[in-house]
């Protein structure tokens, strides 16, 4: 009986034992608990824990690797944010632009220094000019040119491939860079490509090694910087060809009221000439020098089509002398039999007419092979001496002035590309910033609201422009576009159908009045929403950007063409 009660009170023991040792770990796993849900995930692993301590170390691993993941995303996220309403600044003033963009970002990733460098020159001479430094709070002031492929900068713009630079040599950013007065620790140097087309290098050093992450920010930065610069330059080139086409028009101008008026002394001569045939004869030779001075071609005539009188414009243009023109038609000297017979029959519908008859566009190829396109003016008159109806004849030269014109609807066409990429780019932007917006408004931070609905209307609108034309809100330089091209309408409905449901979703987020996020979330219409945001989001993005190639290499084909 007394063996019996002491192996009941041995059994009791251990019992208690382990119930001490379950209660011990359940404190410990319940303090481990409060730690992560207060969002502390520094744990200590012990090798002689229990199992439910080890799983909840492996949770607290992950937790700690998800919340790393979210804060960089978000990071990216708000930085984008940012810099969509920098990239809105008054392109005009691009040194200007260039600086806020490069303190901005600097600033943003906090660096220390930076510089911002674009490809000027020429060909031959082309190297990376400074147009932007920062360093130290400060905006600096410095001239600098980098030739290509000279050091760490020529050589991030001739491999196109971003790098970063740990071991710098002393003095570096002094000497070489000229950023300044104390070499950072990191150096990270990310070519500016919009398109495979690199247009310059972005220098940013700092005393801490860039992550990943923040790389990757940079380089979205970078391209974002290309684009606007390429945008700054189309539109500055299509400005200098529309003013040098308004000049050339103005001297065509000029130059046809000059020929209007030497027509009318050549009239007035031509009367005179009739009245008074000596007169005429002895002022002969100072005439044929007024027309030879005249810079257009000018001849005469007979009623069968042969010349009797050509100026050194005229002949300039067959290539032959004076003597040889004289005498002959058209047949001569014109190898192409259809201009020739375009010629004939403007000749004798001269010859049948008493007014002035207009050629606006006459093609003519010289025997030498080079075509040109005349506006020719032809005036019937009666010859006093022969009695018979003769031509002459003014012509100018408008080859030139058609190929500037071709020139200039070339670079509209380019520039009108250029805007319509800015759209979709921009399209791209608003479509983040309202994902970034409805799910931060989830969270209860109700003050954005006006910011996502102020997103989602101006998507709304660019969608609009995109699609019927129209003038895009927020846009410089302010154009008006015309209805979409019918081999963009299929991947517009595309987007148009996705657009609706994105939009949708985040107008159904903006009129919620949950705040923050609650464990009964799963149950609520805001989990489909969001979730519906995430999916749309992603398939209207890859549209987006089929949309912007698709109008990149059409725009690209007709301008080769």
């Known amino acids: 009986m007394a063996l019996f009660s002491w192996n009941n009170s041995k059994k ?33 692993k012990d090798e002689n824990a229990h199992p439910l301590q080890n799983s909840l170390l492996e949770l607290n691993k992950k937790m700690k690797e998800f919340v790393e993941t979210e804060k960089q995303r978000s990071w990216i996220s708000e930085g984008l ?28 990733v906090k660096a220390n220094q930076g510089g911002l460098f674009i490809l000027s020159g020429s060909d031959k001479e082309a190297v990376l000019e400074m147009v932007a430094c920062y360093a130290y709070e400060k905006k600096k002031f410095i001239e600098k040119k980098v030739a290509i492929g000279e050091g760490l900068l020529g050589q991030c713009f001739m491999e196109q491939e971003t790098s970063m630079y740990t071991d710098l040599p002393p003095f570096y950013t002094t000497i070489t860079s000229g950023l300044g007065e104390v070499t950072p620790g990191c150096l990270l140097l990310v070519p500016l490509k919009f398109n495979n087309q690199v247009i310059g290098v972005l220098e940013i050093a700092g005393f801490h090694k860039f992550q990943k992450h923040e790389i990757d920010f940079i380089e979205k930065i970078a391209e974002s910087i290309a684009s606007i610069s390429l945008n700054i330059q189309n539109t500055e080139k299509a400005r200098n060809l529309l003013l040098e086409s308004e000049q050339r028009a103005q001297m065509l101008k000029e130059q046809e009221e000059e020929l209007r008026q030497n027509l009318e002394e050549l009239v007035a001569t031509q009367e005179e000439m009739q009245r008074k045939q000596k007169e005429l004869d002895q002022n ?3 005439m044929k020098l007024i027309i030879d001075n005249i ?38 000297f014109v190898e192409n039999e259809q201009e020739w017979k375009v010629i004939q029959e403007s000749d ?12 606006p566009e006459q093609s003519f190829t010289t025997s030498g092979g080079v075509n040109h396109i005349f506006k020719t003016t032809k005036i019937p008159f009666v010859n006093s001496f022969t009695g018979k109806k003769n031509i002459l004849g003014v012509s100018v030269d408008l080859t030139e002035k058609m190929d500037l014109e071709k020139k200039l609807r070339k670079k509209k066409m380019v520039f009108e590309t250029t805007i319509l990429i800015t759209i979709i780019d921009r399209q791209r932007m608003l479509s983040q910033k309202i994902g970034f917006y409805s799910e931060i408004l989830i969270r209860g931070k109700r003050q954005h609201s006006e910011s996502l609905k102020k997103a989602i209307d101006l998507y709304d609108h660019s969608f609009s422009v995109l699609k019927n034309g129209g003038t895009p809100l927020e846009m410089e330089p302010v ?21 609706e449901r994105y939009k949708q979703a985040a107008e159904n987020i903006l009129t919620t009045k949950i705040l923050g996020k609650t464990d009964a979330m799963s149950e609520h219409p805001l989990y489909r929403w969001i979730e519906e945001i ?27 063409n």
């Open 12 to 44: 009791i023991a251990v019992l208690e034992n382990e119930i001490e040792k379950l209660t011990h770990y359940l404190k410990i796993s319940e303090f481990s608990i409060k730690k992560i849900s207060n969002g502390n995930f520094e744990l200590n």
């Open 81 to 108: 944010v940012t810099f969509v309403e920098i990239f809105r600044r008054d392109q005009t003033q691009k040194k200007e632009l260039y600086h806020h963009i490069l303190a901005s970002l600097i600033k943003y």
């Open 284 to 286: 002969s030779s100072m």
């Open 295 to 332: 810079p257009f071609p000018v001849f005469v005539k007979n009623e069968i089509g042969r010349y009797t009188l050509v100026n050194k414009a005229e002949a300039s243009l067959f290539n032959l002398s004076e003597e040889i023109i004289l005498g002959k038609d058209d047949s001569h």
């Open 348 to 359: 004798l519908r001269t010859l049948d007419a008493d007014i002035p008859v207009e050629l």
């Open 479 to 499: 154009v008006t576009l015309e209805k979409a091209d019918d081999f963009l309408l299929p991947l517009i409905m595309e987007a148009e159908e996705i657009w």
């Open 534 to 560: 995430e999916e749309a989001g992603v398939t209207l993005l890859k549209v987006n950007d089929e949309l912007r190639e698709t109008v990149y290499y059409k725009n690209r084909k007709e301008v080769v």
